[in-house]
């Protein structure tokens, strides 16, 4: 059993990230979506809505499952008993924290990431851009999933 996480914050999770885990599922048995909690940083979502929206994106894919977690990814990854980490790539801004923090977490448990290049028409797609339109009060409803409502 091939069995990988995708952690990060999504806030709120997008189409961006939908695309990267339907797309892990042609080579993974199994993703578990983790949703990062520990940062300092504050939120516009809850946790518990972050965890409804994700569920709700994925109800009729049993492969998927989705937990939030406080701990370093590395110990997530092997608390779910997963050998991978899954994330995707948008552009060269992406490529040195993605590296830096894989080099990390091989050399900490041998866990391997396996990056995946965003499609580009979802490559201008951010959860920061997603935030700030709702702040002025735009519908995002074409950032997100089908089947999410906010
Ligand atoms: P983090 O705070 O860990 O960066 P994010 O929620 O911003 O968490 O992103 C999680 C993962 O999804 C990261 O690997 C990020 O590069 C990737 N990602 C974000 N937006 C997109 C997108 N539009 N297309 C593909 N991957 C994306």
Redesign the pocket.
């Known amino acids: 059993m091939k069995r990988a996480i995708f952690?990060?914050?999504?806030d709120p999770f997008?189409i961006?990230?939908y695309?990267?885990v339907l797309r892990g599922l042609s080579f993974f048995d199994e993703i578990v979506i983790g949703i990062?909690t520990n940062q300092a940083k504050k939120t516009l979502f809850s946790v518990d809505k972050r965890l409804e929206m994700i569920q709700q994106a994925f109800e009729h894919e049993p492969r998927v499952k989705v937990f939030a977690y406080n701990s370093l990814t590395v110990d997530f990854a092997l608390s779910v008993d997963a050998d991978f980490v899954l994330?995707?790539?948008?552009s060269v801004g992406?490529f040195e924290y993605?590296r830096t923090v894989a080099d990390a977490n091989r050399t900490l448990t041998g866990i391997e990431t396996v990056i995946l290049f965003?499609e580009s028409k979802?490559?201008y797609?951010?959860?920061t851009v997603a935030r700030d339109l709702i702040s002025y009060g735009k519908d995002i409803s074409k950032f997100l999933p089908p089947n999410v409502k906010l």
């Open positions: 952690p990060g914050t999504f997008t961006g990230h695309s990267i990062g994330r995707g790539l948008r992406d993605e965003t979802y490559s797609i951010s959860s």
